[in-house]
């Protein structure tokens, strides 16, 4: 990867399952990165409600180089975060935010706005 880390795609919409991402288009859940994102498959790691995001989940994240990362707990906050999860960013020495899912895309898109190398997990559902 370049020194310069490309921007993050800003997310123009969240609702009740239905997510409209820059460049990507619309879909329910989404990985978000520096320079792209995708589909958020959660049967790629296992993922569930609990434990909820898994270390996989954030380490494809990583490799395209977030130094924050932004993980969205869904719309009614049943998503959960896997205590291993945080371990890891926090080895890396990664900033996280958890939040909400509004409030999640809400931080996302300011720091992605401000040029800063923000990835992003969302569930746009529960």
Not at 74 to 81: I, K, S
Request: with cysteine; hydrophobic share 35%.
């Amino acid at each position: 990867m370049s020194s310069e880390t490309a921007r993050s795609p800003l997310v123009r919409s969240i609702s009740w399952g239905l997510m409209d991402v820059e460049d990507l288009g619309v879909g329910k859940d989404f990985k978000l990165y520096p320079g792209g994102g995708r589909p958020w498959d959660w049967s790629e790691t296992g993922t569930r409600h609990s434990p909820g995001v898994q270390p996989d989940d954030v380490r494809e994240l990583l490799a395209h180089g977030a130094t924050t990362v932004v993980l969205s707990r869904g719309m009614q906050l049943q998503l959960q975060v896997d205590p291993r999860t945080l371990s890891l960013l926090e080895e890396r020495g990664v900033t996280i935010h958890v939040a909400e899912t509004t409030e999640a895309v809400q931080i996302y898109n300011d720091l992605a706005t401000g040029g800063s190398a923000v990835a992003g997990l969302f569930h746009s559902t529960c």
